[in-house]
């Protein structure tokens, strides 16, 4: 027997034992929907879920996590939570409750690596920013969850995508950690066309709640919140913007006053109360905590003046590079990065289907901060020359 015949019989294994081993209601790897075939993946040895992860682990976009700052931006402190450890996290805390309630943990650590790859350079405020800018060109609302499986689908590989599966994209786009939710419940029968058309009418409507497609996207989605709700209260302390004693005397009793604390207890409540249900949620009692600790965080830290001093400096610098490359891609600029260091190589697919103004944007929000503020120094300072 051949060694990639060999290989592929143990995951056929693995595949058919996910079905006794994990709960009924788990997605199972051999369920899982890829827009095209992919006979790398129909032949090889690694089940389908993690194939995803690794495609995801192994994009350009992932790498670029590394300088994504997560709330606090444009601070030197090596201890602030970057994008990349919060995606850790996520992955971690949601991995630990899939296990817990036999989900499918391959499809939970795609999800959860993947969920902010869309995320612009300095937080959500980069995000609002960018959407202004975007909005102002006539091209919509800019949402870092859509932007997410836009890269991946579209972007990445200069155009060709990772042709991920539909279980792994849908989780991305539902992932909204910011909204409450005491429980979520899976819409489980979507389609590629359900997601084409969840993007649109999300991108028409920020506000509108999209519920994951499997359990292991509503756990992710649950993680996401778990995962920063006290970590920012932790940095936020380090910065001196609040002290422990100011997190609500109810949000202490319940959940406790410390990152960990408040992790542990989230997570030991989401499972309690979600075993064998074809659901997961939150008690009553940790839900209401939760829901308010989320307004302390969104009042104290979020809203703090002193995080947004340099607000305005950002969104001034956005407003300069998007103009200025919008008028690079007009004038067909070459010599401008964004042909270098964006579409040198891209598919003609993307480049007949993309406006100069969605270029702009998937550029821009591609960058890591540092190489913002690089963009910015590079393109908007005035250069000294000397001689004649």
């Given at each position: 027997?051949?060694?990639?015949?060999?290989?592929?019989?143990?995951?056929?294994?693995?595949?058919?034992?996910?079905?006794?081993?994990?709960?009924?209601?788990?997605?199972?790897?051999?369920?899982?929907?890829?827009?095209?075939?992919?006979?790398?993946?129909?032949?090889?040895?690694?089940?389908?879920?993690?194939?995803?992860?690794?495609?995801?682990?192994?994009?350009?976009?992932?790498?670029?996590?590394?300088?994504?700052?997560?709330?606090?931006?444009?601070?030197?402190?090596?201890?602030?939570?970057?994008?990349?450890?919060?995606?850790?996290?996520?992955?971690?805390?949601?991995?630990?409750?899939?296990?817990?309630?036999?989900?499918?943990?391959?499809?939970?650590?795609?999800?959860?690596?993947?969920?902010?790859?869309?995320?612009?350079?300095f937080g959500h405020d980069g995000e609002r920013i960018l959407s202004d800018l975007c909005e102002a060109h006539g091209i919509g609302k800019f949402l870092h969850n859509i932007q997410?499986?836009?890269?991946?689908?579209?972007?990445?590989?200069?155009?060709?995508?990772?042709?991920?599966?539909?279980?792994?994209?849908?989780?991305i786009l539902t992932h909204d950690g910011e909204l409450h939710s005491q429980a979520l419940e899976p819409q489980r029968d979507k389609d590629f066309d359900t997601l084409d058309d969840?993007?649109?009418?999300?991108?028409?409507?920020?506000?509108?709640?999209?519920?994951?497609?499997?359990?292991?996207?509503?756990?992710?989605?649950?993680?996401?919140?778990?995962?920063?709700?006290?970590?920012?209260?932790?940095?936020?302390?380090?910065?001196?913007?609040?002290?422990?004693?100011?997190?609500?005397?109810?949000?202490?009793?319940?959940?406790?006053?410390?990152?960990?604390?408040?992790?542990?207890?989230?997570?030991?409540?989401?499972?309690?109360?979600?075993?064998?249900?074809?659901?997961?949620?939150?008690?009553?009692?940790?839900?209401?905590?939760?829901?308010?600790?989320?307004?302390?965080?969104?009042?104290?830290?979020?809203?703090?003046?002193?995080?947004?001093?340099?607000?305005?400096?950002?969104?001034?610098?956005?407003?300069?590079?998007?103009e200025k490359y919008l008028n690079d891609i007009e004038t067909e600029n070459q010599a401008s990065d964004i042909f270098s260091g964006f579409l040198d190589g891209m598919s003609s697919?993307?480049?007949?289907?993309?406006?100069?103004?969605?270029?702009?944007?998937?550029?821009?929000?591609?960058?890591?901060?540092?190489?913002?503020?690089?963009?910015?120094?590079?393109?908007?300072?005035?250069?000294?020359?000397?001689?004649?």
């Open positions: 027997m051949k060694d990639n015949e060999f290989l592929f019989n143990i995951r056929k294994k693995l595949d058919d034992n996910e079905e006794s081993r994990l709960s009924p209601m788990a997605s199972l790897s051999r369920y899982a929907i890829r827009r095209t075939e992919d006979e790398e993946i129909v032949r090889g040895h690694r089940q389908s879920f993690s194939v995803d992860a690794d495609r995801i682990l192994h994009s350009l976009a992932y790498s670029r996590y590394i300088d994504k700052t997560q709330v606090f931006y444009l601070i030197k402190n090596d201890h602030i939570t970057h994008r990349v450890l919060h995606v850790q996290l996520v992955s971690k805390i949601a991995r630990t409750v899939g296990r817990l309630l036999r989900f499918n943990e391959d499809l939970i650590e795609a999800i959860a690596l993947g969920h902010d790859i869309g995320h612009t350079p997410s499986v836009r890269f991946l689908q579209e972007i990445e590989r200069k155009g060709k995508g990772w042709n991920l599966t539909l279980q792994v994209l849908d989780g969840e993007m649109k009418r999300k991108g028409d409507d920020a506000s509108l709640d999209l519920w994951p497609m499997t359990l292991e996207g509503c756990v992710v989605r649950m993680s996401d919140t778990i995962s920063y709700v006290g970590r920012d209260i932790e940095d936020a302390i380090r910065l001196g913007l609040t002290e422990r004693g100011d997190i609500p005397e109810v949000c202490r009793e319940i959940l406790g006053d410390t990152n960990g604390t408040i992790v542990y207890n989230l997570v030991e409540d989401l499972v309690g109360n979600s075993l064998d249900r074809a659901y997961v949620c939150f008690s009553d009692k940790v839900g209401d905590a939760l829901k308010r600790l989320k307004g302390f965080n969104e009042e104290r830290i979020y809203r703090n003046q002193k995080v947004k001093k340099q607000t305005g400096k950002v969104k001034l610098m956005f407003q300069l590079l998007f697919e993307y480049r007949e289907k993309t406006p100069p103004v969605g270029i702009v944007r998937d550029f821009v929000a591609g960058m890591t901060d540092e190489y913002f503020l690089d963009q910015c120094q590079e393109n908007l300072m005035p250069r000294i020359t000397t001689g004649f």
